[in-house]
Structure formats: structure tokens, C-alpha cells
């Protein structure tokens, strides 16, 4: 799912092009992709997009007629920037949004439609779609805590809740802990005023890093290839693979369609973390450490 960097590189490649320009036409190939009923999406044609906007993982569509249209991508959708008028052909393309310089389409991949488009008639309806997680760059330390801390939560939990914070998911948590050398099992109520600072350096740090990556590179071309997966990631997408900080093998949690990936030596004293389903079938026998882990392998 595209996050808030992923997010911000988006409206750094939009604005250039389509605010001060009409939308002169919102063509829907997948009728279910369009949640509200009104005000209708003819209202929004022809006005000017005059403001963008981020909320949470949302991107929002701000008006001269004061409405706001709002994309949310969910897991597999994303956005492109094709020559005007460009055909909506195939499963996989949603929409289109046609203005004088270019159209913006929305593509799912898969087979499931979760990508959703929202209308709003004002500002003050716009708000009702918002999570209410805190923006990290906005907030202090001791706010960041007392968010946290509201609930006794795992910290990967607690990162990824929208109502807590806003943007963070599943890749930009693995390696914001990794960052911060905990656990991502470790609760909020058991961290130490040491680790909440790293925690919240680490959030910080880490968002900064890869929104000014990418929004360097959204400066130069419409970001295409946006994934969840990228290389130069520390642990996320890297299970198997050396810890760029320390060596050992990159670890992982599986559950349902996702799964956490954090290193043991760096993160959790060397404790490997029970997968689900391979901890069920393997009870007590589960490796407990890096060695016994090494070991079950080459039996």
C-alpha cells in the first residue's frame, strides 16, 4: 500500500501539472470504485483543482467550487500520468481523470477492487474520512508518547494504526524499527524514555529520508514504479538477506497477506520472533535464537 512517502512523491509530481488546470472530464470504468452518491462526479467537471492534499494514505482533490474528491489506492492501486484522452482498456484500469495537459488514471492490480474514490461538497465533510492519526512532523515527543501509549499495543501495531499516526504502514514500520533497534513485538507501556526518543528519531528520520528521495525523483518524472518493495530498504521485502547494519540474516513474521521483517541481533537480543504458522506445527521445538534457528535449517 503506497505510504506517506509514496504519497507525497504523488503530490509533488501532481501539482506542477494539474493545479490552476480544469478537470474537464472524470470517466469510471469500475462502477464500484465510486463510494458516495453526492454530490455526483459531473459537479466536480470543469472547475479548477486549486489545492492537494494528503490525508493519511489518502490523496485529496481540493476544487474552486469547494468540493473535494478524494483517492484512496488501498494495496494495489496506483496512479499514472498518460497523454490526453487515454484509453481506459483492460481489467486492471479504473478511471480516468482527463484535463487539457494530460489524464491521470487509476489502475488495481488483482482481482479485488479496494481502491475507492470519495466526493465531498465541502471542507467540512472532507474531514469525516480522516482517521484522526497525528502527523509525526507536526508533533512533539511527549505527544508522540501519550498517542502511543493511549492503548498497550505492539509497536508494529501501534505504527501502522491510522488512528494514531497518519501515513505509516507496513513497509515504512519495518524500517523505522529497524532504525530504532526494537522490536516490533515490544509493547508501547514497556518502552523506556531512551527508546521512545530513538522511536520517535527513527520515525522522523526515516520518513524524511525516503520522502525527499522520492520526491527528488518525482521533480524529474511521474512516478511510476511506485512498490513497497525497493532495495536500498534495510529489512522490508528482505527476508533471507544480510542486515545492512549488522550481517545476520533478515527475520520475518507471516500473517495472513502480509508479514514483518526486522533482524533478531539488532532488534531483539537475538530472540527469533514465532512465525504463525510455522510456531503452531512446531510447538516447543520453534527455535528460540539465531544459532537454533542456523541449526534447524541443516537438519
Not at 77 to 99: E, I, S, V
Not at 191 to 208: H, I, M, P, S
Request: glycine share 6%; net charge positive.
Amino acid at each position: 500500500m503506497p505510504e506517506l512517502p509514496d504519497i507525497a512523491a504523488y503530490l509533488t509530481a501532481l501539482e506542477p501539472r494539474i493545479v490552476g488546470q480544469p478537470l474537464e472530464h472524470v470517466r469510471i470504468a469500475n462502477a464500484f470504485l465510486l463510494r458516495t452518491v453526492t454530490p455526483p462526479i459531473s459537479s466536480v467537471e470543469g472547475h479548477i483543482v486549486r489545492k492537494l492534499r494528503r490525508i493519511g494514505k489518502r490523496i485529496a482533490f481540493g476544487f474552486d467550487n469547494d468540493h473535494w474528491l478524494v483517492l484512496h489506492l488501498m494495496i494495489a492501486g496506483r496512479l499514472h500520468w498518460r497523454d490526453p484522452g487515454a484509453k481506459l482498456g483492460g481489467r486492471q484500469n479504473l478511471a480516468a481523470f482527463d484535463f487539457p495537459n494530460g489524464s491521470l488514471v487509476l489502475t488495481e492490480a488483482g482481482a479485488k477492487r479496494r481502491a475507492s474514490l470519495h466526493l465531498f461538497n465541502n471542507e467540512a465533510t472532507l474531514e469525516s474520512i480522516d482517521p484522526g492519526g497525528i502527523d509525526v512532523f507536526n508533533t512533539d515527543l511527549k505527544t508522540f508518547r501519550e498517542t502511543l501509549t493511549a492503548e498497550n499495543h505492539t509497536l508494529k501495531r501501534s505504527l501502522t494504526d491510522p488512528r494514531l499516526l497518519s501515513g505509516i504502514g507496513n513497509a515504512y514500520s519495518d524500517e523505522i524499527l529497524h532504525a530504532a533497534r526494537l522490536s516490533p513485538i515490544t509493547l508501547t507501556h514497556k518502552l523506556k524514555n531512551e527508546e521512545w526518543q530513538r522511536l520517535y528519531d527513527a520515525t522522523r528520520q526515516t520518513l524524511t529520508l525516503w520522502m525527499d528521495r522520492f520526491r527528488s525523483e518525482a521533480e524529474k518524472k511521474f512516478p511510476e514504479k511506485v512498490t513497497a518493495f525497493r532495495p536500498e530498504m534495510a529489512v522490508h521485502g528482505r527476508y533471507n538477506q544480510p542486515c545492512p547494519r549488522c550481517g545476520e540474516k533478515i527475520q520475518r513474521i507471516r500473517y495472513a497477506d502480509n508479514e514483518t521483517n526486522y533482524c533478531a541481533h539488532c532488534q531483539t537480543g537475538g530472540k527469533v520472533l514465532a512465525d504463525r504458522s510455522l510456531s503452531r506445527l512446531l510447538g516447543s521445538d520453534w527455535p528460540r535464537t539465531l544459532d537454533a534457528l542456523e541449526a534447524l535449517k541443516r537438519r
